[in-house]
């Protein structure tokens, strides 16, 4: 080969190289996962996990948005936020990160806000939003207020039993803290008396104590603030105590509610979203929009709970559809036209966000949900 052509071979090559560099980190959109896929919240964000990945594989076989592939990158936060902080910088620094849409772990994913804001990247979350104005600028949640699982409860106290007065057994976790604040709040306001209020850790093996004192105030229900296998224990509990007390219970996977139905049967009842109970709905654009993630979920997943499953997937969708409507994958104009997303039907309800308003359900989507004879059915 002569001097010349090597001369244009080299140049050739270095060309190619600047042409696919680029155009190889563009070839994907990267969507970053903390998730407690350890700990007490394993049960929910493993679901919001496969959620995200079934929605990305959906997305992906029409051939992605505006030609580009989703990828899905996961880490495990273990349900501490200090761990979330140490995964959000890894997904930022060394997978490149686009977007978060993030699991259910509020502390974690308030820890790392701060870091995500000043990286100018979008996070779609299961939890509440984090605190500062900066930091809730650039986050967003498909998590209904948590003012509404306390009302559905209370208000099912009042219209089917003759329970007037109740307990709240609580976890320090700030979404819970969040519904115990609510329910001390408005429990007057739908006619009930909080006759003891307490609080228990995601790992205590005995709740009697708690339970006991409720009891012994006169608590016809309890409601339980919480997630994990603390209500089985809490069930457990009752049933060792001889209580007649109600046990009504947060939104949570079923398979963790079906032995504490076994436990207490009639008397256990929980907070349902609407894919929990989909064959009870009149068909409409809700029954559509869950039949859309049903179909691929049950595919992969059989009869395993839809309900933190269908979160993510809405959390996929709400990216998409921001992405389009601004035809930019560029942090700032996903997180502006998140902003304009207005009358967004979902598979838990229609999402409307505004510039003030980054919690875009707000209308009650829940119902009161019980286990007999192993089937679900919302509750009379």
């Given at each position: 080969?002569?001097?010349?052509?090597?001369?244009?071979?080299v140049a050739?090559?270095?060309?190619?190289?600047?042409?696919?560099?680029?155009?190889?980190?563009?070839?994907?959109?990267?969507i970053?996962?903390?998730?407690?896929?350890?700990?007490?919240?394993?049960?929910v964000?493993?679901?919001w996990?496969?959620g995200?990945e079934?929605?990305?594989?959906?997305?992906?076989?029409?051939?992605?948005?505006?030609?580009?592939?989703l990828?899905?990158v996961?880490?495990?936060n273990?349900?501490?936020?200090?761990?979330a902080?140490?995964?959000?910088?890894?997904?930022?620094s060394?997978d490149?990160?686009?977007i978060?849409?993030?699991?259910?772990?509020?502390?974690?994913?308030?820890?790392?806000?701060?870091?995500?804001?000043?990286?100018?990247?979008?996070?779609?979350?299961?939890?509440?939003?984090?605190?500062?104005p900066?930091?809730?600028?650039?986050?967003?949640?498909?998590?209904?207020?948590?003012?509404?699982?306390?009302?559905?409860?209370?208000e099912?106290?009042?219209?089917?039993?003759d329970?007037?007065?109740?307990g709240?057994?609580?976890?320090?976790?700030?979404?819970?803290?969040?519904?115990?604040?609510?329910?001390?709040?408005?429990?007057?306001?739908?006619?009930?008396?909080?006759?003891?209020?307490?609080?228990?850790?995601?790992?205590d093996a005995?709740?009697?104590?708690?339970?006991?004192?409720?009891?012994?105030?006169?608590?016809?229900?309890?409601?339980?603030?919480?997630?994990?296998?603390?209500?089985?224990?809490?069930?457990?509990?009752?049933?060792?105590?001889?209580?007649?007390?109600?046990?009504?219970?947060?939104?949570?996977?079923?398979?963790?509610?079906?032995p504490?139905?076994?436990?207490?049967?009639d008397?256990?009842?929980?907070v349902?979203?609407?894919?929990q109970v989909f064959?009870?709905?009149?068909?409409?654009?809700?029954?559509?929009?869950?039949?859309?993630f049903?179909?691929?979920?049950?595919?992969?997943?059989?009869?395993?709970?839809p309900?933190?499953?269908?979160?993510?997937?809405?959390?996929?969708?709400l990216?998409?559809?921001?992405?389009?409507?601004?035809?930019?994958?560029e942090g700032?104009?996903v997180r502006?036209?998140?902003?304009?997303?207005?009358?967004?039907?979902?598979?838990?309800g229609?999402?409307?966000?505004?510039?003030?308003?980054?919690?875009?359900?707000?209308?009650?989507?829940?119902?009161?949900?019980?286990?007999?004879?192993?089937?679900?059915?919302?509750?009379?």
């Open positions: 080969m002569s001097y010349g052509l090597r001369k244009l071979a050739a090559t270095i060309l190619g190289a600047f042409a696919t560099g680029p155009a190889a980190s563009e070839e994907v959109y990267k970053g996962i903390s998730a407690g896929l350890t700990g007490y919240a394993a049960t964000d493993r679901a996990r496969d995200v079934t929605a990305v594989e959906a997305v992906n076989a029409k051939g992605g948005v505006l030609g580009r592939k990828e899905v996961v880490e495990d273990r349900s501490q936020p200090q761990d902080v140490t995964v959000y910088r890894k997904m930022l060394s490149g990160a686009n978060f849409i993030s699991g259910c772990v509020s502390a974690g994913n308030a820890a790392a806000a701060s870091i995500t804001a000043r990286s100018e990247v979008p996070m779609i979350l299961c939890s509440i939003l984090p605190k500062q900066r930091e809730i600028e650039w986050a967003f949640t498909t998590l209904p207020p948590a003012g509404f699982e306390v009302e559905k409860r209370l099912y106290l009042r219209d089917k039993t329970i007037r007065k109740i709240v057994l609580h976890d320090p976790t700030p979404y819970a803290l969040l519904q115990k604040g609510v329910a001390e709040q408005i429990a007057a306001k739908y006619g009930m008396e909080l006759v003891g209020i307490e609080a228990y850790k995601q790992d005995d709740l009697s104590v708690q339970l006991n004192k409720m009891q012994a105030a006169g608590a016809g229900a309890i409601i339980k603030i919480g997630l994990g296998g603390t209500t089985l224990t809490a069930a457990k509990n009752l049933k060792q105590l001889g209580s007649n007390m109600l046990l009504l219970t947060s939104l949570e996977d079923i398979a963790v509610f079906k504490v139905a076994e436990v207490l049967g008397r256990f009842f929980f349902a979203s609407p894919s064959d009870a709905y009149p068909d409409g654009p809700l029954k559509q929009a869950i039949a859309s049903l179909d691929p979920w049950r595919e992969k997943f059989g009869d395993r709970d309900n933190w499953a269908s979160r993510g997937w809405d959390g996929v969708m990216t998409v559809a921001a992405i389009e409507k601004g035809e930019s994958f700032t104009a502006e036209n998140l902003e304009k997303i207005t009358g967004f039907q979902g598979t838990t229609i999402y409307d966000f505004t510039p003030q308003q980054h919690q875009g359900i707000s209308a009650n989507p829940f119902v009161i949900g019980q286990i007999i004879d192993g089937k679900v059915r919302i509750a009379e």
